[in-house]
């Protein structure tokens, strides 16, 4: 996301949920997000304007007619200062003021003055939220261009069982912080993103594998997704939640990452091969455990797919990125990777670096290009991810 700091408004409103409101402005304020909040008068019953103008460091709104803390006519200010809205939780009342034009309070006022994106994240016992006025007014909102964080399922606040629960507050969060990204030069695109690691079974309890957490490949996927691309994140076995909004795919092996990425491959707009794939495997596989004996055990293995190189030769007019990374002479080994595998772009990284690479948040990479290198100075993965669509951006015009 850009460093731009953004405003977010966030609306509570009366439900046993309205607590939950506030890990959502902690979650905000951790991207230097400037939240305001406005409370609805039943909110208040549940949760006190203290709190979440501690967090916050703003002041709380909850009384459309208090006197106001400067010469600004409330609900308009802040109506122009967002650049999202989001209103968690929403109750059915909120969403059926707004979906029949209805203010008559401060949050319903500031709603119907902004021009900003709108954000409804509901939460209500599971009758009311699947009574059929309830539906035809979300649907109205949604026809209206305003959006939805659809509820989970699960045990109620009043012991029913169903939908209607508030969604996490870490994917409300990350949501609002996709939708805030200044970068939007990627709708249309379809990005196929590999990550991880590949194993190699060498019996049905072991195999080889190698030392990648995916952590760059998954930061990839996700800033494409926020610049508005259509993402397949394709990942070896990783301990990473999946991004929201992605179509993911699962596979082990190199073989299994082969046949996804061939099968999804000639859809593509950008491809970008940031997995660590097993390039070797045993030459034969034990269908059962091998058992320990006294004697030495031999492991002979053989040359797996060049899944890169394949990609390479099956190449029209897509962008194909791939990695490399090196323990030593990490220029001209990802030179000699760019030309033999015919890429567009190879992000050099070394992984002999103590304070980046495998399992860090951050990396160190040189980007080459045909005819250019980039060296970026140490950033997180996501920073390297930015940095990377906005070479790629360059490479399209």
């Known amino acids: 996301m850009s460093r731009q ?9 009366g439900g046993i949920a309205a607590y939950k409101a506030l890990d959502v402005v902690s979650r905000l304020k951790k991207y230097d997000i400037d939240v305001h909040v406005i ?22 709104i909850s009384d459309m007619f208090a006197e106001p803390k400067s010469w600004e006519i409330q609900h308009i200010s802040l109506a122009k200062k967002a650049d999202l809205i989001l209103i968690a939780p929403a109750t059915a009342n909120i969403i059926g003021k707004v979906a029949n034009g209805i203010a008559d309070d401060m949050l319903s006022t500031t709603v119907m003055a902004t021009k900003a994106p709108v954000v409804f994240a509901p939460a209500m016992n599971t009758n009311m939220y699947t009574n059929k006025i309830v539906q035809d007014n979300i649907n109205k909102l949604k026809g209206y261009g305003y959006d939805f964080i659809e509820p989970d399922s699960g045990r109620l606040a009043c012991g029913d069982n169903g939908t209607g629960k508030l969604a996490d507050t870490k994917l ?12 939007k030069d990627l709708v249309g695109k379809k990005v196929l993103v590999t990550a991880g690691p590949t194993i190699a079974p060498i019996d049905p309890v072991r195999y080889i594998s190698n030392r990648s957490s995916g952590k760059m490949g998954y930061a990839i996927a996700e800033e494409a997704r926020d610049r508005g691309a259509s993402v397949t994140l394709i990942s070896g076995p990783c301990d990473l939640e999946i991004p929201f909004g992605v179509k993911f795919l699962k ?49 002979e293995l053989e040359k797996d797919n060049d899944i890169l190189y394949e990609l390479g030769k099956k190449k029209k007019n897509q962008i194909l990125v791939g990695f490399a990374a090196e323990s030593e002479n990490l220029l001209k080994n990802a030179q ?28 160190r990479v040189t980007i080459l290009t045909r005819n250019d290198k980039f060296s970026l100075d140490k950033m997180t993965k996501r920073e390297v991810a930015h940095e990377l669509f906005n070479l790629i951006n360059k490479l399209k015009r």
């Open 5 to 13: 700091r953004k405003t977010v408004v966030l609306g509570v409103t």
């Open 39 to 60: 409370m609805s008068n039943s909110s208040c019953e549940f949760v006190t304007p203290l709190s979440f103008q501690s967090l916050s460091q703003n002041i709380v």
């Open 172 to 183: 409300i969060a990350d949501i609002v912080i996709s939708k805030l990204h200044t970068s």
């Open 336 to 363: 000699a990777k760019l030309n033999k595998k015919n890429l567009d772009i190879i992000v050099a990284n070394d992984i002999s670096c103590n304070d980046t690479g495998f399992k860090s948040d951050f990396n």
């Open 251 to 299: 596979v082990e092996t190199n073989e299994h990452m082969l046949c996804s990425v061939l099968k999804n491959y000639d859809n593509m707009d950008i491809v970008v091969k940031c997995a660590a794939v097993a390039d070797y495997k045993p030459k034969t596989y034990a269908k059962e455990k091998i058992k320990k004996t006294d004697k030495e055990f031999t492991l």
